[in-house]
T-cell receptor, first 112, second 115 residues
Framework: SQELEQSPQSLIVQEGKNLTINCTSS?????LYWYKQKYGEGLIFLMM?????EEKSHEKITAKLDEKKQQSSLHITASQPSHAGIYLC????????????FGGGTRLMVKP | NAGVTQTPKFRVLKTGQSMTLLCAQD?????MYWYRQDPGMGLRLIHY???????AKGEVPDGYNVSRLKKQNFLLGLESAAPSQTSVYFC??????????????FGSGTQLSVL
């Protein structure tokens, strides 16, 4: 089965600072998904990456998938308190189907 | 727009009691899923369904049963609750997978405590 390791497990940053969260897979990624979970709520889809070297941005959040398609990074520029939450990467390890497996999550706190 | 609705939001059970969690989606999705979320372990797939009348085991199915009698509903049952089943449960749904450019739509979760 697909195994995803996220690092760091938790992160506290000062408002305005940049930060990066990593997601490493034990197998080739056919699709890598980033979700955000606000405390006590469900998951919200952020971005999906499929191609090696692909990069996508949404507001101040940028996600990249490396050329070998086994690692993804999520970068937040000029963090704000609204960025606080749990970030999870999910992956579909096969070329079809949508049975996502998820990493352990990264808990982000942004200090005002 | 309701999306994915889970009931109840909170529940406390005693060991050995049974209960059913209900998930309803109004997006005509084929695929539905039940996940549990535990600290530091992310989301783990319990059971899933690829269509009405079909179910399949996920990563951690033991102690749970599911049913998909109607396309819009996916029920998760605990026949004899155990403290190890204390967790936050999430239901999700998605369109039939095809191009891979899919995403899951999640409910807001059910906090279950088993004493």
């Amino acid at each position: 089965s697909q195994e995803l390791e996220q690092s760091p497990q938790s992160l506290i940053v000062q408002e305005g600072k940049n930060l990066t969260i990593n997601c490493t897979s034990s197998k080739t990624l056919y699709g890598l998904y980033w979700y955000k979970q606000k405390y006590g709520e469900g998951l919200i889809f952020l971005m999906m990456l499929q191609k090696g070297g692909e990069e996508k941005s949404h507001e101040k959040i940028t996600a990249k998938l490396d050329e070998k398609k086994q690692q993804s990074s999520l970068h937040i520029t000029a963090s704000q308190p609204s960025h606080a939450g749990i970030y999870l990467c999910g992956a579909d390890g096969t070329s079809a189907g949508n049975m996502l497996t998820f990493g352990g999550g990264t808990r982000l706190m942004v200090k005002p | 727009n309701a999306g994915v609705t889970q009931t109840p939001k909170f529940r406390v059970l005693k060991t050995g009691q049974s209960m059913t969690l209900l998930c309803a989606q109004d997006m005509n999705h084929e695929y539905m899923y039940w996940y549990r979320q535990d600290p530091g372990m992310g989301l783990r797939l319990i059971h899933y369904s690829v269509g009405e009348g079909t179910t399949a085991k996920g990563e951690v199915p033991d102690g749970y049963n599911v049913s998909r009698l109607k396309k819009q509903n996916f029920l998760l049952g605990l026949e004899s609750a155990a403290p190890s089943q204390t967790s936050v449960y999430f239901c999700a749904s998605s369109y039939t997978s095809g191009t891979g450019d899919e995403k899951l739509f999640f409910g807001s979760g059910t906090q279950l405590s088993v004493l």
